[in-house]
């Protein structure tokens, strides 16, 4: 059996060294490093790919989700809502650009942003809402754009764990994620379902008035040579890893396909073990379905009960399976973070989440002997 890694970049780069290797080529060639047309050649196929009017790449998924901020115009003092359960990314730019974090709780079975919550949160100062497509499948976009209809708030997707993932609307129609709310960003972190070999990002939308705003932010807030119109940032995503990008995008699909059999494997070895909870596909679906990309599972993300987790940890770890604990400590309670507004009685479910999740190896490159070994490794420990 092949050592199980976490992501197997290495496995995954195996099949398809030919064209990025030609496509790294093509840069070099060019010694367009900066801007060049892989660049532009790669926003326009994801523009296409996802159904969107624009899509601006710049230098990775953090500086997407500030960049989108600013774009907004969103002032020192405003209230953005994110959730408790994520990474701190989200939380950290509204902080560095003096906005006020409202952190909120997630809803016990898909990890995903609580509508209640929002709602409970949202006040006059009130200005965005950023749900967070947590592990790799949409947060509840209807009636988030519905409550942001009815308070005037924006609403910024943090796509970088559900590239290629589809909504399911109540009618039955569907949109990609990230293209639903005013403007979205996305992460190209080599681990992600669309990774680069490097970092990269970038920020999508479909308001033209705003991405002609954005594309002046990342470029130093310049819309004219040496006119600078706005503060803005140096971001860019560099031409080697648009050149890498634009020959994975063609297998997203595919791989965010794999990622789907991978999930739908573990789900069947571990039902009927009654301390195991399998993840949750939301949004209209019961289960992970061949028709629509419902959940791309970035991350496999089972709840434990019951169970003494570090020690479960442990023990995979002795057996060479390598698992991560997405998250270990609610936002809330981070030290740069934390705030007297805050109140325990508010995160019950990010409180329990943190002590009960445990992600398992997933990726592109995954075979049956190690899904097997993995599962029976993991029942066997929990049998005793
Ligand atoms: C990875 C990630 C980011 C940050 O992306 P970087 O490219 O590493 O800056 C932001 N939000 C979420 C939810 C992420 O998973």
């Known amino acids: 059996m092949k050592k199980i890694q976490m992501v197997d970049l290495k496995g995954q780069y195996e099949g398809i060294k030919d064209v990025v290797n030609t496509s790294i080529q093509e840069v070099l060639e060019t010694t367009s490093f900066i801007n060049g047309p892989k660049v532009h050649q790669f926003q326009k196929n994801l523009e296409q790919y996802l159904g969107v009017k624009h899509v601006i ?12 901020m600013m774009g907004l115009g969103l002032k020192p003092g405003d209230e953005v809502i994110t959730a408790d359960f994520t990474f701190a990314a989200t939380v950290e730019v509204i902080a560095l650009l003096n906005l006020t974090p409202v952190l909120v709780d997630v809803n016990e079975d898909d990890f995903n942003i609580s509508i209640e919550a929002i709602e409970k949160a949202i006040t006059p100062k009130t200005k965005a809402i950023v749900p967070v497509h947590l592990f790799g499948q949409c947060a509840n976009m209807e009636a988030i754009m519905e409550l942001a209809k009815a308070h005037n708030l924006y609403v910024i997707e943090d796509n970088a764990q559900a590239i290629g993932a589809n909504y399911t609307y109540k009618d039955g129609s569907k949109a990609k994620a990230g293209t639903i709310g005013h403007v979205a960003s996305t992460s190209f972190f080599p681990s992600k379902n669309l990774g680069c070999y490097g970092d990269g990002g970038a920020i999508f939308t479909n308001d033209d008035d705003l991405a002609h ?3 002046g932010i990342v470029n130093h807030g310049m819309y004219e040579r040496y006119h600078h119109d706005v503060v803005g940032v140096n971001s860019r995503l560099d031409s080697i890893q648009a050149g890498v990008l634009d020959a994975k995008l063609p297998n997203l699909d595919t791989y965010n396909k794999a990622r789907q059999n991978a999930a739908r494997k573990y789900n069947k070895a571990f039902q009927g073990i009654d301390a195991i909870i399998t993840p949750k596909v939301s949004n209209g679906c019961t289960d992970i379905c061949d ?4 959940h791309v ?5 089972l709840k434990i009960k019951g169970v003494d987790r570090d020690a479960l940890v442990k023990h995979l770890n002795e057996k060479d399976i390598p698992c991560g604990v997405y998250y270990p400590i609610p936002l809330h309670n981070q030290k740069a973070y934390a705030d007297e507004r805050y109140n325990e009685a508010d995160f019950t479910v990010t409180n329990l989440l943190v002590k009960e999740v445990i992600s398992l190896p997933m990726h592109t490159e995954l075979d049956d002997d190690q899904i097997d070994y993995i599962t ?3 029942i066997n420990f929990i049998n005793g």
Do not use: E, M
């Open 376 to 378: 029976s490794t993991i």
């Open 291 to 294: 028709t629509c990309d419902c």
């Open 57 to 68: 790449p710049c230098a990775n998924g953090t500086d997407a989700l500030q960049i989108a």
């Open 297 to 301: 599972f970035h991350q496999y993300t």
């Open 213 to 215: 705003t954005i594309r």
